[in-house]
């Protein structure tokens, strides 16, 4: 689940830069960006954990009802070899 934190990362430190250029504040404010930036993506892991937690992850299951593996030793030589007459 690192790469959705990450992506969230980015894009809330481009959004910060943006408010930053319009209110340029000073450390209370800088403290108040980081501060809400690291609580936001706390709060999208602990969602996708939950999320995870109720068996939804996102991909999707495999098939149960696939068809049975064929084996090897269905073409093995011997059975060709009687059907051609040998």
Request: aromatic share 10%; charged share 10%.
């Amino acid at each position: 689940r690192s790469l959705p934190i990450f992506i969230a990362g980015t894009v809330l430190a481009m959004a910060a830069q943006v408010l930053k250029l319009i209110n340029p504040g000073g450390f209370a404010y800088d403290s108040l960006l980081i501060s809400a930036g690291i609580v936001m993506q706390f709060a999208l892991a602990y969602y996708l954990e939950w999320l995870s937690g109720l068996g939804w992850s996102g991909k999707s299951r495999p098939a149960h009802n696939a068809a049975p593996p064929v084996h090897a030793a269905s073409f093995a030589m011997p059975a060709m070899a009687t059907r051609m007459g040998r």
